[in-house]
């Protein structure tokens, strides 16, 4: 145990790459925006202004306006709370059900591990965002049921990965000591297996937030999501794709800000996987 723990404080000691810290800033201001949207003196993101409408990028509106003439800056600031938060909440639910079952299933092998990757395979024959779309008509538009259904279509992804990850470390000495002195299986999960898994687990999600960021903002574009007044990085999108020639920032805005984010988690994602799991390591 203590060899496998100076083994992750090295890993955890290797400086980050410019790559690395570069996404890690730009995201850090991104959410920093996010939170401070209410106290940074941003015009109202619903008010409209006919005489403004699809203004050009200037000093009055720095990002243009939209076909309402809604300042795009605003729209874009306040946008990026429903977007990542809808993220955010997508992750948490695609964690919350991959965890336990991707560790079920790979600690205890057998019937167990047979059921829970026969029913993942089944799940996963079927394209993610015919999934998303099947729950969202399901269940109803809304930014809370797009969050939902992005998460639920995540779970299998996350299982199959945590489960790889734990059958990488399961037969380890430290394993077998630990059950070999009668420690029980709850016990040797979350205290020898989980911190053991957390690199792999922690540098993928990053990646299904990327990933969920964009499937919550096509579905959004799609019409599922908020309504079309209330920002949203997805809806802001939709609305401009009607002007790409006459005015190109009010499409061009939410999609640049969609690109740069995804972007950057995953270059923080293969920042953390290098991290975790450096070039030549067996």
């Not at 800033?25 to 008010?47: E, F, K, N, T, Y």
């Not at 809370?144 to 059958?167: D, E, F, K, N, Q």
């Not at 020639?245 to 950057?264: E, M, N």
Request: hydrophobic fraction near 50%.
């Amino acid at each position: 145990m203590t060899n496998v723990l100076r083994r992750e404080s090295h890993r955890l000691s290797r400086p980050f790459s410019t790559a690395g810290w570069c996404s890690a800033a730009v995201l850090a201001l991104i959410v920093l925006l996010a939170g401070l949207a209410p106290w940074i003196g941003l015009p109202d993101p619903l008010a409209m202004s006919p005489p403004d409408r699809l203004q050009p990028p200037g000093a009055q509106h720095l990002l243009g306006t939209d076909p309402f003439g809604r300042d795009l800056a605003s729209r874009l600031v306040w946008g990026s709370r429903r977007t990542l938060a809808a993220a955010a909440v997508a992750v948490l639910i695609t964690l919350g059900g991959g965890l336990p079952l991707g560790l079920l299933a790979g600690y205890h092998r057998g019937w167990i591990d047979e059921l829970i990757v026969r029913v993942v395979d089944v799940l996963l024959a079927f394209p993610g965002v015919l999934m998303i779309l099947g729950l969202v008509a399901l269940l109803g538009p809304g930014s809370r049921t797009v969050a939902l259904a992005v998460g639920i279509t995540g779970v299998p992804v996350m299982t199959r990965v945590v489960r790889s990850a734990v059958l990488s470390v399961r037969e380890e000495a430290f394993v077998e000591a630990a059950r070999s002195v009668g420690c029980r299986a709850g016990r040797v999960v979350v205290r020898h297996l989980l911190p053991n898994v957390a690199g792999p687990v922690i540098a993928f999600t990053a990646v299904q937030f990327g990933w969920a960021m964009l499937n919550a903002t096509a579905v959004s574009f799609l019409g599922l999501g908020e309504s079309p007044a209330v920002p949203e990085w997805g809806t802001m999108l939709n609305l401009g794709r009607g002007y790409l020639r006459s005015a190109p920032w009010a499409s061009a805005v939410p999609g640049l800000a969609i690109t740069v984010t995804v972007l950057c988690v995953n270059l923080l994602s293969d920042t953390l996987q290098d991290r975790w799991n450096p070039p030549g390591r067996g």
